[in-house]
């Protein structure tokens, strides 16, 4: 029952051979994992990309304070928020008074004019009457928020 030469190098012959597959197996690179989630048609990932654009381009549009629903809630926020040097609402006067009379005693609902280097901005909405001045220029987004911040003030 001893095996004979022939047969015990045909079992070493095999047993080589089936060493290299399991070295070759072993060194071959692994699947890439399994994708997570669902799968998506080409019809649906068309709608993601365009919903992914649009949404890039309302964060070039919205200004910070409008994307986290932020409304100052005193006037001295909104001053610190925009950086004016002086704001005045109704009787309420913040900052160093500025000489801004004959802009504010014009009978517009929107004014945005420049003055030695100084923005002023005069907006009137629903019976209120908003006076800024500032070093900076405000766009028409921003513009727009502070005649929505009369609603709330």
Do not use: C, H, N, W
Request: hydrophobic residues 40%; negative net charge; glycine residues 10%.
């Amino acid at each position: 029952m001893y095996l004979q030469v022939p047969e015990v190098i045909a079992l070493v012959l095999a047993l080589v051979v089936l060493g290299v597959i399991i070295f070759f197996i072993a060194r071959r690179t692994p699947p890439p994992p399994p994708e997570l989630g669902t799968r998506y048609t080409p019809g649906e990932q068309e709608i993601i990309r365009q919903v992914g654009e649009l949404k890039e381009r309302l964060d070039k549009v919205i200004p910070p304070y409008g994307r986290v629903g932020y409304i100052p809630s005193s006037l001295e926020e909104l001053r610190d928020l925009l950086g004016f040097k002086y704001v005045k609402l109704g009787d309420k006067e913040i900052g160093e008074r500025m000489d801004v009379d004959m802009y504010e005693k014009l009978d517009v609902d929107l004014l945005q004019a420049e003055r030695g280097g100084e923005y002023v901005y005069v907006i009137r909405r629903g019976g209120k009457k908003l006076v800024a001045v500032g070093s900076q220029y405000l766009d028409y987004l921003t513009i727009r928020f502070l005649s929505e911040f009369l609603d709330y003030v």
